[in-house]
């Protein structure tokens, strides 16, 4: 193989790591459409959401439907508190981290999706620096994608692609709760 084909080869091998953040919908619903175009092309693919502990619809879908992800909650089904989040909240999202650390290291997964990781950043339940390193020493063939509103600008300068979603208007403000289908 020439040198040009190898180091060819071993940009396309690289795996990236994307970021999507912002204040607008859509952020972890992007996630999953990635997923989905990934795994159709035979990705193994693992979502760790941080922060929440609900069967969303896209939950229930992936485990009916999709055998190619795995998805692992670390979070319960209630708010968190930014300024004073409770001990059972710090603790699971750090024993998400530590399960995230061990997937992204095992390689058995071609995308890990921390799901909601750049929130539990900014309530400091995880360490900024944390995250760092592990996207500094992520295999060179992981693919990684962090969401949630909030990413810190560290963590956008390590990423390779980031995608700021901008809330020009929502549904919300106009007094139309949170639907099946739509927000959960
Ligand atoms: P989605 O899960 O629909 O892709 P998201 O991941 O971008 O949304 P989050 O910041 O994780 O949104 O917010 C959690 C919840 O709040 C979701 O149910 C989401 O639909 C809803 N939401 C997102 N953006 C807004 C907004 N600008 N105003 C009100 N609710 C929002
Ligand atoms: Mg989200």
Redesign the pocket.
Known sequence: MSTVQSVQSTIAKRGLVMVVTG????????AFGQALRAIGHGYKVCVIQFMKGRKYGEIIAAEKYIPDITIIQSGLDSFVMKDNPAPIDIDLAKQGFKKAQEIVKSKKYDLVILD?IN?AVNFNLISEQEVIDLIKQKPLEVNLLL???YASDKIEEAADMVSD?T?VK?H??AGIK?QAG???
């Open positions: 204040n607008g919908k859509g952020k972890t619903t992007s909601e929130v969401t949630g509103r979603i809330e929502h919300y403000n949170g739509i927000e959960y």
